[in-house]
């Protein structure tokens, strides 16, 4: 409580400081505002640099001012603030869904840092490392909802997300550090130093931590993230820019709660550590633990070979490691247990194992500027992705379980922007070719009853299940293509209008090829599925605000869907028949002297429209696809130093199964934060998030045909300070 009222003492003081001493003299006036709206850069749309109004797709940049003003803790933070974006949890992290792509996101939307994807490539069991990059060190975010597959091919059918860092977009060095401190333990740190050896090489080094204890009991999470680059101009026309980034996490989660647990108490971690359940005492539940470690080598080479034609080459390379500890209620016998057949019972089995995931990527284009903002990219994409699974133990059912699965792909692909008065034409094309080898070895053996039970009653030798040393292989090839066609028109200084249509696919995961029935793994046979869509939008400065609009609608053939029967022992894929999609996205900017207004909507129907094997789901909506998400807030410069952000973000629910009987609830937060600034560069802040204590959820599933929930932080405050040098 102590902590608290010193919180709120600080804020009420800052807000009192507010003097006429200092005014924002420099501030834009409202069409200047909004002329800087519609003139941000975008780097994300064509794969270099071009503007908002000259982007035919709808996308909102979040620059680093914004990051600042707001005090975002991480990067989930600041994606659950924009509209376009919902962010589910699972037991592995974060993930990123846009446009109801649904439970599948972590292959259908693309997370980019620096034009690098990092999502995993085992999506079942690989984390979305969305927080290793620190939140201080991003020069924007772009996000592009909808289909990107021409420049970024498989897994952008739901939309791109590209976190610019400024190591990768700034040309000067640059000394800060920083802290901040709030509830539930949370502690944060930063510090950053770089300089020029000579006029050519520039070297930048950062270091962050974060250390936290959870809003449930056993709940701790710790990160330290450090990263080093360089950039060298080699002459006028070559340039070389270096980046490594290592990355380290250790969580440890509570389990989902049930309803009755949630009334009892929601800061509960919901484990059974007693094995109350368990036929044998002292054989009780343990918290889920994860020790991540994540290396980063990324690099590229541009030269301008001319005046009107320029090469670029980037190469990366990512390795995630990460060993998990689980313990999960399993059935079978286990020694000291009543030796009698009938009394094999429920006791707590370990999953003990290493996921490990590495990508190569090699990438080529030439960009060929023909006439006054005309050009022409021709690429080429090269990547290798490498899922393993390796199990010490697998919930006492395997001796050995091994998987190892390599996806390669290749393609080219060719994009061309002409530009005739106020119109801009765009067509693109891209051909990728995709290979899987999937190689796994299991030995099953499990003891479902007592050794000495007779074979004659249970048919099993002495109780055991054993399959004896299993191995097989596959291999698997596709061809897929993505193509898409726009006219962006620039009716007056300030508007543009345009329409897009494009095709865009997504391959499945190496992991998804295989199904469990409860005790044997089945190869499956999935395809491809691809997405069409069309998109009508416009950019504005109207009536003194800065607009946006934005609807559009789409269909996707074999839509790859994953049912869980049972967490671990029991799933399937498959491809549904056809999938729509159909929306608006809307987004205003008003500038009034010192107060700042930003409202933002967006909404997404989605229908399982077609689906042989099970018509009964027909008609009713994807499952984990929010429909309807807001934020409306503001900002007030009290002075040029001062000033002060208040904004509410409304999620919508979603469903949690193809029947759509079970349904998560919305969730809806009020934040605010102050900001100081002295004259030297000290900044000072504080904040509260969720003001009003509403009851919200980080995570919402199902087990045993109920629903069960991860409850998110309540009301909570932080402060901090950041000083650059």
């Known amino acids: 409580m102590k902590k608290r009222l010193a919180l709120l003492s600080l804020m009420i003081a800052a807000t009192s400081y507010a003097s006429d001493d200092f005014f924002y003299e420099d501030r834009p006036s409202g069409e200047e505002a909004s002329s800087v709206r519609l003139e941000e850069s975008v780097i994300s749309g064509v794969g270099y640099e071009t503007t908002v109004r000259n982007t ?9 001012k914004e990051i600042e003003e707001k005090n975002y803790q991480d990067v989930t933070e600041i994606l659950r603030d924009s509209p376009l974006v919902t962010i589910r949890e699972d037991a ?9 792509s649904g439970n599948n996101s972590k292959a259908t939307v693309q997370v980019l840092v620096d034009g690098v994807n990092i999502n995993p490539v085992d999506i079942n069991h690989g984390t979305l490392p969305l927080n290793s990059i620190p939140a201080s060190g991003i020069e924007k975010i772009e996000i592009l909802p909808g289909g990107s597959g021409v420049l970024y091919g498989d897994g952008a059918t739901g939309g791109v997300v590209n976190i610019i860092t400024k190591a990768a977009a700034s040309g000067e060095p640059s000394i800060y550090a920083g802290a901040r401190y709030g509830s539930n333990a949370n502690k944060q740190w930063e510090a950053g130093a770089g300089g020029r050896i000579g006029k050519d090489l520039l070297l930048q080094v950062n270091y962050s931590g974060t250390d936290r ?50 009334t009892e108490d929601r800061g509960q971690s919901g484990i059974d550590f007693d094995g109350v359940e368990s036929d044998l005492a ?43 500890h689980t313990r999960d209620l399993t059935t079978g016998w286990k020694e000291g247990m009543d030796d009698a057949w009938f009394n094999s019972g429920n006791y707590y089995a370990d999953t003990i194992g290493t996921f490990t995931d590495e990508k190569y990527r090699v990438s080529p284009k030439i960009k060929y500027d023909y006439a006054e903002d005309s050009y022409l990219i ?3 994409d090269y990547t290798m992705q490498k899922s393993m699974r390796d199990f010490d133990n697998f919930t006492d059912l395997y001796e050995v379980y091994e998987l190892d699965t390599e996806k390669e792909s290749h393609a080219g692909y060719v994009f061309n922007k002409t530009s005739i008065g106020s119109f801009e034409f765009m067509q693109g094309f891209r051909r990728e070719w995709t290979y899987f080898d999937f190689e796994k070895s299991t030995h099953y053996h499990h003891q479902v009853m007592a050794p000495s039970t007779p074979g004659w009653i249970t ?39 345009y329409a897009r249509f494009e095709q865009s696919f997504r391959t499945p995961a190496p992991t998804e090829f295989q199904d469990k029935d409860g005790t044997n793994y089945i190869y499956n046979d999935l395809d491809a599925e691809t997405s069409q869509t069309i998109e009508l939008g416009v950019n504005d400065y109207v009536l003194g605000s800065f607009v946006s609009a934005t609807v559009f609608g789409g269909r996707t053939k074999d839509e790859i869907f994953y049912e869980e029967v049972e967490h671990g022992k029991e799933w399937y894929y498959n491809n549904l028949g056809e999938t729509q999609r159909y929306g608006i996205e809307l987004s205003a900017e008003q500038y009034l002297g010192k107060f700042t207004f930003f409202e933002n909507f967006s909404y997404v129907k989605t229908e ?37 952000v208040v904004k509410v973000n409304y999620k919508d629910g979603y469903y949690l199964d193809r029947a759509n009987e079970f349904e998560a609830g919305s969730t809806i937060t ?42 998110a932080d309540e009301r909570s405050y932080y402060a901090g300070f950041k000083y650059e040098f």
């Open 56 to 64: 035919p797709k709808n996308v909102q940049v979040i620059s680093s």
């Open 92 to 100: 592995f992290g974060p993930i990123v869904e846009m446009r109801g």
């Open 213 to 262: 204890q959870g809003n449930r009991d056993e709940e701790e999470y710790e990160r330290q993230y450090v990263d080093i680059s360089a950039k060298y101009d080699i002459t006028h026309r070559d340039r070389l820019t270096f980046k490594y980034a290592h990355t380290t996490e250790d969580r440890t989660s509570a389990d989902l709660l049930t309803r009755a647990q949630l």
């Open 282 to 324: 002292g054989n009780g539940d343990i918290a889920d633990r994860s020790e991540l470690t994540r290396d980063e080598f990324m690099g590229t080479y541009e030269r301008d070979i001319t005046d009107r034609l320029t090469f670029n080459l980037k190469a990366s390379y990512q390795k995630t490691e990460n060993d998990s």
């Open 378 to 380: 021709v690429g080429y």
């Open 459 to 497: 048919g099993l030798p002495g109780g055991v299940v054993d399959t004896g040393l299993q191995k097989e292989t596959h291999s698997k090839s596709m061809r897929n293509d993505a193509f898409e066609f726009a006219v962006n028109y620039l009716y007056s200084d300030t508007g543009n209008v």
């Open 608 to 644: 399982i429209t077609e689906n042989e094997s099970d018509t009964s789901i027909e008609g009713n909506e994807v499952p984990y696809a929010s429909r309807m998400n807001f934020n409306i807030g503001t900002k007030y410069d009290f002075t040029s130093r001062l000033n002060t």
């Open 670 to 711: 009020t934040d605010m934060t102050i900001n100081y600034t002295m004259e030297n560069g000290l900044k000072l802040y504080t904040g509260i998030n969720n003001l009003f204590n509403r009851n919200n959820y980080d995570r919402t599933g199902l087990s045993g045909g109920e629903m069960v929930y991860d409850p």
